[in-house]
C-alpha cells in the first residue's frame, strides 16, 4: 500500500506518492494534514475515484483549479479517474523523465476537459490521436538537429514541430535544411505561413516542390526582399499560377526604404538575377559557405581548445606532464565555466574537449566553452547524469556539423574497416572527472535512426540493465570481444549522422 498525497498550490492540484512515511494498515481513508494537503491510500484512491474526484469538485468550488500535477505515469493512470469530476481542470502535467505508454494517452483522451498535456516525450501516432481529441502536446525531450533551419525555428521537440504555425528562411538553403524541412512537413499538421529572408528562385521552387509531395495545402509563402529584375517575374507568376492549384501562395513583401525609393515601378513578382545565374551562384555559395564555415569552425574551437590546454599546462610543473590524463586541479577552466565536470579523449580523432554539463540538454547545442552563442556548441553531459559516474549510463554529446571535425564530428573514424584492429589503443576511450581518472573500453559501435531508446541513465532491475546491455550490443556494427555484466558501469557517446540518424559509441569502464 502506498500514499498518495494531493497538495494544493495556487489553482492546480500536484498528486505524488508520499514516501518519507511509512504507511499504516488501517489507512483506507483520507487524514487531512492541513487546509492545503490531503492524504489517500492508493488502494482507496482506487476503488473510490468517483468520491475523491467529487471531494476535490467541491474545493473548485473555491479555488478552481486548472492544472493536475503528477509526479509519474504510474501515478497518472489513478489520477486521470479522478479528474473526470473536476471540469475546470484543463492541463494535465507529468513529470517522470519517460515516454508515456499508449495506455494512458489512450485514458486521457477519454478525459473531455484536459485541453493540454505537458510531458517528456509520446509516441509520434498518439500525438495525433490527442490532436483529434482538442489535446495539445507539449514535451520536453528535445530532437537534436544540426540545420540553420531547425536552429532558427528553435525546433527542438517533436510537439514543437507538430504544432509550428510559422517558420522562416534565413539563409539560402544548404542539404541539412532541405532535409529537415522534408522532415518537418511529414510532421507538422497547422503550418500556414513561410517567410523567406533571402529570395531565390530555386529556393521557392524546392520548398514548394517539398509541400506539394507532403500535400501542404492553404500555405503562404512570404519572400522578404526587395526584387527588382523583371525577367523573374513571369517565372514567378507562372510558378504562382502552377501552385495556386495545390492552395500554395507566393508573395512579397518590400522593405519600407524600397517601397519609398521604387513606388512608381513596384511589381507584383520581380527578380534580381536571370534563372541560369542564379542557379550557378547559389550552387557556389552553397559550396563557399559549406567550407568557409567549416574552417571558421575547426579555427575557433582550436582556438578555445588551445586557450584551455594553455591554462592548465600552466599550472602545473614540469615534473606533472600529461595531467590532462591524470587526476588534475580544474579550478583555473572552473573560474572560466563552472559547469565544467570532465575531459574526453579519443585516441587518433579530433576528440580532446573539457565536459561541460548544464541544467538542460539544449543550452549547449548552441553555445561554447566560453558561453557564447556558437553553432559548433560543446561537448556536454546528459543534464540527468550525476557527473561522479554514480549513474548506471553517463551520456556525452556533441555535434556533427555538415563535413567539420570539430565536436563529435571525427567520432566516424571508429566505423572505418580495421580501425580497432590497426591499433589496440583506439578500443580506449579516456574520460577523466574533476578528481579522478578513468579509461573506458569500447563493445559497440553502430548508426541508427532518430530513438531515445540507448539514453537511459539507471536501471530499476538488474535484469532491465541486461537487457539494455544485449540491445546495444546486438547493434553493433563490429564485434569487440568484450565482458559487460549488470554491474559495469557505462558510457554512452551521441552524435548526428544526418537530420534523422545518430551515431552511437558505447563502453565500459575499466578497473583503476
Known amino acids: 500500500m502506498k500514499k498518495i498525497t494531493i497538495t494544493i ?22 487524514n487531512v494534514i492541513s487546509n492545503n494537503e490531503v492524504i489517500f491510500s492508493d488502494e482507496y484512491l482506487e476503488e473510490n475515484y468517483k468520491i475523491v474526484g467529487y471531494f476535490i469538485a467541491d474545493l473548485d468550488k473555491i479555488r478552481e483549479f486548472k492544472n493536475v500535477i503528477v509526479s509519474n ?16 481542470i484543463e492541463c494535465f502535467t507529468i513529470l517522470q523523465d519517460d515516454n508515456l505508454s499508449y495506455e494512458l494517452c489512450e485514458a486521457i483522451t477519454k ?53 509550428k504555425t510559422n517558420i522562416r528562411f534565413g539563409e539560402y538553403l544548404i542539404d541539412n535544411d532541405i532535409e529537415d524541412f522534408k522532415y518537418f512537413c511529414n510532421i507538422n499538421k497547422y503550418l500556414k505561413v513561410i517567410h523567406l529572408d533571402k529570395y531565390s528562385f530555386k529556393n521557392v521552387k524546392v520548398i514548394s516542390d517539398i509541400l506539394k509531395r507532403f500535400k501542404k495545402k492553404n500555405i503562404l509563402i512570404q519572400i522578404h526582399d526587395d526584387l527588382d529584375n523583371p525577367e523573374e517575374v513571369i517565372n514567378l507568376k507562372n510558378l504562382n499560377k502552377e501552385l495556386k492549384r495545390k492552395k500554395i501562395k507566393l508573395s512579397l513583401v518590400y522593405s519600407k526604404d524600397y517601397l519609398e525609393k521604387n513606388y512608381l515601378r513596384q511589381v507584383i513578382f520581380t527578380t534580381l538575377k536571370v534563372c541560369s545565374l542564379i542557379i550557378v551562384c547559389i550552387i557556389v555559395s552553397i559550396f563557399g559557405y559549406i567550407i568557409y564555415n567549416n574552417y571558421q569552425s575547426e579555427i575557433k574551437v582550436d582556438n578555445i581548445n588551445s586557450d584551455i590546454k594553455e591554462i592548465l599546462d600552466n599550472e602545473t610543473s614540469t615534473e606533472e606532464t600529461n595531467v590532462i590524463e591524470q587526476d588534475l586541479s580544474y579550478e583555473k577552466l572552473k573560474e572560466i565555466n563552472s559547469d565544467i565536470v570532465g575531459w574526453i579523449t579519443l585516441k587518433d580523432t579530433e576528440v580532446d574537449y573539457p565536459v561541460v554539463k548544464s541544467v538542460n540538454n539544449n543550452y549547449y547545442l548552441r553555445h561554447n566553452f566560453y558561453k557564447e552563442k556558437d553553432f559548433n556548441g560543446w561537448v556536454f553531459m546528459d543534464y540527468r547524469n550525476n557527473p561522479n559516474l554514480e549513474d548506471d549510463n553517463t551520456i556525452i554529446y556533441g555535434h556533427n556539423r555538415f563535413t567539420s571535425n570539430v565536436m563529435f564530428g571525427t567520432l566516424q573514424r571508429l566505423r572505418k574497416k580495421n580501425w580497432f584492429s590497426d591499433d589496440e589503443e583506439r578500443n580506449y576511450i579516456t574520460f577523466n572527472t574533476l578528481t579522478n581518472s578513468h579509461k573506458w573500453q569500447i563493445f559497440s559501435v553502430y548508426s541508427i535512426k532518430v530513438t531515445s531508446d540507448y539514453l537511459t541513465t539507471n536501471f530499476a532491475t538488474a535484469e532491465e540493465k541486461l537487457q539494455f546491455i544485449k540491445l546495444i550490443k546486438d547493434r553493433s556494427e563490429i564485434k569487440f570481444d568484450v565482458e559487460v555484466n549488470e554491474n559495469s558501469k557505462l558510457l554512452t557517446l551521441s552524435t548526428c549522422l544526418d537530420n534523422n540518424r545518430r551515431l552511437v559509441v558505447h563502453a565500459i569502464l575499466l578497473p583503476e
Open 9 to 30: 498550490k495556487d489553482n492546480a492540484l500536484e498528486f505524488k506518492y508520499r514516501t518519507n512515511k511509512p504507511v499504516g494498515e488501517n489507512l483506507l481513508n483520507t
Open 73 to 88: 505515469n504510474e501515478l497518472a493512470m489513478l489520477v486521470i479517474k479522478v479528474i473526470f469530476a473536476i471540469p475546470k
Open 111 to 163: 478525459a473531455k476537459n484536459i485541453k493540454k498535456i505537458s510531458c517528456y516525450g509520446i509516441p509520434e501516432y498518439m500525438i495525433e490521436l490527442l490532436d483529434r481529441n482538442g489535446i495539445k502536446v507539449d514535451s520536453r525531450n528535445e530532437v537534436l538537429f544540426s540545420s540553420n533551419f531547425t536552429a532558427e525555428n528553435n525546433l527542438t521537440s517533436f510537439s514543437k514541430i507538430y504544432y
